[in-house]
């Protein structure tokens, strides 16, 4: 199984980015997904996350109302539409994959920088 991020970078206060994570090798439809993050020194975070049929999405109070996550079982990838970002964003941002009989997968992380 792998999951892999693609789409962080550095963006400045205000801005937007997009996140990706593209699964393989895993019957994606099978597993809820979720974003977290971890910032330098704190501890990760669940950022957002999305039930393996779709619908019902949560999000970090945190985050709601700016970031929007959604996916494509189709295509077999999950993604953070994150608006309106500030600098207490920046971290790094990590897929995960999981599934009722307790399979859990996780990428590698992307890096989020938000700064001027």
């Known amino acids: 199984v792998q999951l892999v991020e693609s789409g962080g970078g550095l963006v400045q206060p205000g801005g937007s980015l997009r996140l990706s994570c593209a699964a393989s090798?895993?019957?994606?439809?099978?597993?809820?997904m979720t974003w977290y993050r971890q910032a330098p020194g704190k501890e990760r975070e669940l950022v957002a996350l999305?039930?393996?049929?779709?619908?019902?999405?949560r999000y970090a109070a945190s985050v709601k109302g700016r970031f929007t996550i959604s996916r494509d079982n189709a295509k077999n990838t999950v993604s953070l539409q994150m608006n309106s970002l500030n600098p207490e964003d920046t971290a790094v941002y990590y897929c995960?994959?999981?599934?009722?009989?307790?399979?859990?997968?996780w990428g590698k992380g992307t890096l989020v920088t938000v700064s001027s």
């Open positions: 995960d994959a999981n599934n009722i009989r307790g399979m859990d997968y």
């Open positions: 090798r895993l019957t994606f439809s099978n597993y809820r």
């Open positions: 999305i039930p393996s049929a779709g619908g019902s999405t």
